[in-house]
């Protein structure tokens, strides 16, 4: 009878403690608020609030076609933005 010879397992060498730290991955802290930019954020979500509820009445109380309203054909990073905004209306 044939016994199967099977591959002993290949161990890793443990890393230290400081090599641990230097591979990790760490997001970038943030080193100071800018409320500006949360105030930009509000102005934005008014801004499509207004346009969605120009829209609604120039179609006479139609709704309007979500993807219409938020995709931009000439940038992915508008077309998520919109998303994002349109979101909070939503909410």
Do not use: W
Not at 9 to 25: A, G
């Amino acid at each position: 009878e044939k016994q199967k010879q099977r591959a002993k397992p290949v161990r890793q060498q443990k890393l230290t403690q400081e090599e641990l730290e230097k591979s990790r991955t760490r997001p970038e802290e943030v080193k100071e608020f800018n409320s500006e930019l949360g105030e930009q954020t509000i102005k934005q979500i008014m801004h499509i609030k207004r346009c969605l509820v120009e829209r609604y009445k120039a179609t006479d109380l139609s709704p309007a076609d979500y993807f219409e309203f938020v995709i931009d054909p000439k940038s992915f990073a508008k077309t998520v933005e919109n998303m994002f905004h349109v979101s909070f209306l939503i909410k």
